[in-house]
């Protein structure tokens, strides 16, 4: 049965669900190999991280695999992303280190495809994670100072 039923998929959604589709079959070892490119090229980021990866390894496949399922309905998926954006910033997460996050991704689709994902498919990779990215980063936003609010003053 397909996992990912897709009745309204946009271009996008349909390139991002059959390279997923040809990795998702050992989402450990994809998130693994995100692990290792994402340390190799930013060290310092290991530190966040606790010593055993690997219930932190399930749960990002855990939650790619919801994103790539829920890729046609984004207002469903709001929620949880936000949700995931506050849990982020209060672990201190930068905005800036989405960046990195994301071009470990890509090299791990890369790695684990066992040759470069094609250049449509890289673009609408690149667009859904600075969509996610983008929304988990603004959730993660401190609300503005109540004082500077009308209401507030009231
Ligand atoms: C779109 C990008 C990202 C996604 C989808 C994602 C996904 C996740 C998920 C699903 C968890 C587990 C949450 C839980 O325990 O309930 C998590 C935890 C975490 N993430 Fe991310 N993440 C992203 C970006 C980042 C970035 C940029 C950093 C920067 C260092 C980061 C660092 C962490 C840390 C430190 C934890 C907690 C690990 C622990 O508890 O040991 N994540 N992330």
New binding site residues.
């Given amino acids: 049965m397909d996992p990912y039923p897709t009745p309204s998929e946009t271009p996008d959604i349909a390139l991002i669900r059959q390279s997923f589709r040809a990795v998702a079959g050992d989402p450990e070892a994809l998130a693994a190999s995100f692990y290792r490119h994402l340390f190799a090229a930013e060290p310092a980021?290991r530190g966040?991280?606790?010593a055993d990866l690997a219930p932190?390894q399930s749960?990002?496949a855990?939650?790619?695999a919801a994103?790539v399922a829920g890729l046609h309905d984004w207002a469903a998926l709001a929620p949880a992303v936000a949700a995931?954006g506050r849990?982020?910033a209060a672990?201190g997460?930068e905005p800036a280190?989405?960046a990195?996050?994301?071009r470990a991704l890509l090299a791990a689709l890369d790695e684990r495809a066992g040759r470069p994902l094609d250049p449509a498919t890289r673009a609408a990779w690149l667009r859904a994670?600075a969509r996610?990215?983008d929304a988990?980063i603004a959730a993660g936003k401190p609300a503005e100072d109540p004082v500077e609010s009308p209401v507030a003053r009231a």
């Fill in positions: 980021l966040h991280f606790a932190q749960k990002l855990a939650m790619l994103v995931l849990r982020h672990l997460v280190q989405y990195p996050v994301g994670y996610l990215a988990m």
